[in-house]
């Protein structure tokens, strides 16, 4: 996504400034309103023949959303759903404002000419079977995250993509939010020196955020595909509360962090510029307080080295603390995003002569290096160093929805044939931390990614 570097960039210029006015004077930080992106002021007439005809596949409460904001954007036409639930058949009709075709197989759906681009949005065992037959039918995909559910299964889906030469994108819409892509600037920068250290994490405290959704009243065989469902699964019997709370379960999903680590790392990965899996991850953890029969933790805490920085992650299931952050450490400032807010808050980088182990110096020794000390540092002009009291805080205009723009890039890309903002090998190297912090937690050791075999070790 292009941005305006000259209206709302953050230089060491920038910092200087801070350093020799603002914080002199304990003036308020300054707070900039960041524009959303050239894509959402796009006249809302598109050409009938410009017109993208998709269908959902999968139609829970994110497949729901997923569609409303596809129909939200300029020239779209939602032609069909498929769910493997008949209640969510009609919420999606609901969601989508008219009679659609429907059906449980979703191949009907990748048969239909009329279709260009399926929304994907079942549990993560079924990703890259859909996605793979989608590509093969000549369909454009927008994939909710995590990509995949299992390592083997990205680079089919990313091959797949490849093969058939189409649009695949995947859904962590902090790729294309207008929050991460200026923090992304600064990072590039290099206003924050040499960065070392990064922390993130989302926490939530109620039954709804550990996926113990209720299980709607008409739920059983006969409204439900449970063989379907279950797909390369193992076989069990029926069982709704597998069904709707799917995430709870390594079959199906990858719990905390194909649900929530995927968000902190896109967001991460975005704004270092690393489009490559970690080299090295250790988890730790447990089922501490939602004891319903799940394998998936409600706590979980993952350590990632990355070439340049390390980085450390968690989602608590237990306790609600200011949720949704991620800081980045640097040499000469830290910066840190929380919601729709970034600020960045400069390191006082001025030179000190040494204050405390020459006290344990005689008092000649001391007086001699601290004359010695200011004759070699004279004092600096103002404004040569950043200092911290000072910040500067940027935030998304009100009513701004980063999905929004995630769509209106997929979309854009389906109709250039440019690559998206999130295509499959991004995507893919996501989802290999998220299964590489899975790795640890359950085999109790530290993973190492082996980029030659493709593998996890």
Known sequence: MKQNRSRNALTRRDFIRLGAGAAATGATAKVTLLEPSA???????VPLSDTLRFASIGTGVRGCEDLKTALSCPGTEMVAVCDLYD?????AQEAARKQLATTKDYRAVLDRKDVDFVIVATPDHWHAKIVEDACAAGKDVYCEKPMSHTV?????????AEKYNRIVQVGSQRRSGIVFAKAREIYAS???????????WIDRNDASGAWVYPVPPDASEQTIDWNRFL?????RPFDAKRFFRWRCFRDYGEGLPGDLYVHLLTGILTITGVNAPPERALSTGGVFRWKDGRDAPDLIWTFYEYPDFRVAVRCNLNNESPADVTRIFGTKATLEVKGETLTVVPQNTRPQPEGYSIFGWPEKLRNEYLKEWRAQHPDPAP???????EAQTFQAPPGYEDQIDHMNNFL???RTRRPSAEDAVFGNHTAIACHMANYSYFNKAVAVWDEAAKQIK
């Not at 894509?39 to 809302?44: D, I, M, S, V, Y």
């Not at 209640?87 to 919420?91: D, I």
């Not at 083997?152 to 797949?160: H, K, L, S, W």
């Not at 404004?383 to 009291?389: A, D, L, Q, R, T």
């Open 190 to 200: 290099g206003a924050l020196g040499q960065v070392t250290a990064i922390e993130a």
């Open 231 to 235: 797909g390369s699964a193992p076989k």
């Open 383 to 389: 404004g040569n160093y950043s200092v911290v009291e």
């Open 87 to 91: 209640g969510r058949l009609t919420a």
């Open 412 to 414: 854009e890309s389906v």
């Open 152 to 160: 083997e299964e990205g680079f089919a889906m990313a091959g797949a």
């Open 39 to 45: 894509l959402r002021a796009a006249t809302p007439a």
